[in-house]
């Protein structure tokens, strides 16, 4: 009923930047809360970033390099990503929380994409 893709992975020299996109389709009421995670090899996926209607906020390890934004009127949220670090070097994650009509109302869920690579070499 409802996918999240994401695109804008790719591999970066340090000090390079990215951006990355995830737009959500599907039978959508609407999107809450819409963030970033990423996954290191042999590590915990951690959040990157996050943002509300009203605020964003992001991990320390990020401030001032990463920016989120998103465009409501294209159910799409974005990061770019600046200054990058080999251990910014992870799989990027999507997420978003919606509401989606259901036969008896509405429901929401958390949704997940597929993931997107991002190596950054120094």
């Known amino acids: 009923q409802v996918q999240l893709v994401e695109s804008g992975g790719g591999l970066v020299q340090a000090g390079g930047s990215l951006r990355l996109s995830c737009a959500a389709s599907?039978?959508?009421?609407?999107?809450?809360?819409m963030g970033w995670y990423r996954q290191a090899p042999g590590k915990q996926r951690e959040l990157v970033a996050a943002?509300?209607?009203?605020?964003?906020n992001s991990a320390d390890s990020v401030k001032g390099r990463f920016t989120i934004s998103r465009d409501n009127a294209k159910n799409t949220v974005y990061l770019q990503l600046n200054s990058l670090k080999p251990e910014d070097t992870a799989v990027y994650y999507c997420?978003?929380?919606?509401?989606?009509?259901?036969?008896?109302?509405?429901?929401?869920?958390?949704?997940w994409g597929q993931g997107t690579q991002v190596t950054v070499s120094s």
């Open positions: 943002i509300t209607s009203g605020s964003t």
């Open positions: 599907g039978s959508i009421f609407s999107i809450n809360d």
């Open positions: 997420n978003a929380k919606i509401t989606t009509v259901q036969r008896m109302g509405y429901a929401t869920s958390s949704y």
